[in-house]
């Protein structure tokens, strides 16, 4: 369905509420992206929904404050964005690009083997796994953490397709505790949803990392550490940020 | 168009206090992270329970959004907009995603009768009522009827604007115009600043 012009500057209000859902939302951002006087005002009404907001708080109990105060401690911060990237958006996937560059060998390697290793027998696993180590050498400059799981005596490559299409791959070193996962053909998600990673323990679903700058089909690697035996490896689709605890079912659920 | 703020209300002190603030959260700085907490912590969970209405759901999201706060402190931005309303659009977007996600759509349902013109104000239980929150609902008042239920509808229920045009009975286009009407009034009414 295609808006004119007059009918999407008629959307700066729902906007600013998110009352936009789907097709319309893409097509409203896109629309922000060349419309200064659009932007401007979806500015002015969220500062407005702000006041509203105000006019409902309510002190959440006590007990959270520590929660959130310690959880802080021990979550990394996102670097400040720098250059000409565009940062209307706090989270946008195109902020996410900026690191491809220095992944694009691995990216290149791995997105092999998640394409080719997903239904083959353990010998080929092996040798892709082998090819994969051999191409690594400038990702390992780069990388450390990465590069130390596939150079690993123990990893070993564990592939799966998911609900949604495309395929996960992980290259686990259980002596290292840690994972790289990679992925194929996983369908684009619109700018408010992202792909989670979840290392899945007998009682426990621990968040993992998010799969961020899809391109060409394939995600970044991401290194999750912390893996014990018996943890099963999920991803879900989560709102853009990541969440702390599961919120949908996993797309695939694969044994490591 | 807008109208020049003639003298600076309560809240604008407030929120350059903030900016300051999440400057110094995003070099890692926890003092200052703790004093943010205590700022945005109770309009954060209040919207968010205004919306999902399930306390210990709310306290989970609310708990994300603030972490969310301290992980992307860099991408706050001033010339782009104020720090509290830059934190309650996080909020917002959190409570609004659970909402949409079928699940807790579901439990939903299962706690409240849907109500959709549910009064001004189960607001009146807020903890901090301040004059820039009755001004917000004297200039509400100041809407017309079909303004101000598609705004509440939309910013306080979570509602997608085909959801609130089906709830209040009135034409898509009408809703549209209507939300982005009562904003624009409200705006004035409050004479926000950007």
């Known amino acids: ?256 | 168009m807008r109208q020049p703020r003639l003298s600076p209300g309560p809240e604008e002190g407030r929120d350059q206090d903030l900016e300051g603030l999440l400057v110094r959260v995003a070099r890692g700085d926890h003092a200052a992270f703790e004093t943010v907490y205590d700022a945005l912590s109770a309009p954060v969970f209040g919207l968010i329970k205004k919306v999902l209405r399930d306390p210990s759901q709310s306290e989970e999201v609310a708990q994300e959004v603030l972490l969310e706060v301290w992980r992307t402190a860099s991408r706050f931005d001033a010339a782009k907009g104020g720090a509290m309303s830059w934190a309650m659009t996080i909020a917002h977007r959190r409570a609004v995603d659970r909402v949409r996600s079928e699940t807790s759509a579901a439990q939903r349902e299962q706690k409240v009768a849907p109500d959709p013109v549910s009064g001004p104000d189960d607001v009146a239980d807020a903890v901090e009522a301040n004059l820039e929150s009755q001004r917000a609902r004297r200039c509400l008042d100041g809407l017309t009827e079909v303004q101000r239920e598609s705004v509440k509808l939309a910013y306080y229920g979570g509602y997608s604007y085909p959801q609130v045009a089906k709830l209040l009975g009135v034409a898509l286009g009408t809703v549209k115009t209507r939300i982005r009407d009562g904003l624009i009034r409200m705006r004035d009414c409050m004479e926000v600043s950007w």
């Not at chain 1, 791995?110 to 051999?134: E, H, M």
């Not at chain 1, 400059?141 to 495309?166: K, P």
């Not at chain 1, 009682?203 to 018996?230: E, F, I, K, M, Y």
């Open chain 1, 1 to 256: 369905m295609r808006f004119q012009r007059h009918d999407l500057h008629t959307l700066t209000g729902s906007y600013a509420l998110d009352a936009l859902e789907g097709e319309e939302l893409g097509e409203f951002e896109r629309h922000l992206d060349r419309c200064p006087s659009c932007l401007s005002e979806v500015r002015g009404l969220r500062e407005t929904a702000a006041r509203l907001a105000m006019a409902t708080a309510e002190r959440p109990p006590a007990a959270m404050r520590e929660q959130v105060l310690a959880l802080a401690e021990r979550t990394r911060q996102l670097p400040p964005l720098t250059g000409g990237t565009p940062a209307r958006r706090a989270v946008s996937r195109r902020a996410r690009r900026v690191w491809i560059p220095r992944f694009s060998v691995a990216v290149a390697a791995l997105s092999v083997a998640a394409a080719v290793v997903f239904g083959v027998n353990q010998n080929s696993a092996q040798d892709q796994l082998n090819s994969i180590r051999s191409q690594l050498t400038s990702a390992e400059a780069h990388n450390h953490a990465l590069a130390a799981v596939l150079a690993a005596s123990d990893a070993h490559l564990v592939s799966s397709g998911t609900s949604h299409g495309g395929a996960v791959t992980a290259i686990v070193s259980p002596h290292e505790g840690k994972l790289v996962v990679v992925t194929s053909g996983l369908p684009a998600l619109p700018a408010s949803k992202v792909y989670e990673l979840w290392l899945l323990g007998p009682s426990v679903a621990r968040p993992s990392g998010l799969l961020g700058g899809a391109q060409n089909g394939h995600t970044d690697p991401v290194v999750a550490a912390g893996l014990a035996a018996g943890y099963k490896l999920g991803v879900t689709v989560e709102p853009a940020g990541g969440t702390l605890r599961p919120t949908t079912a996993p797309i695939v659920d694969m044994s490591l």
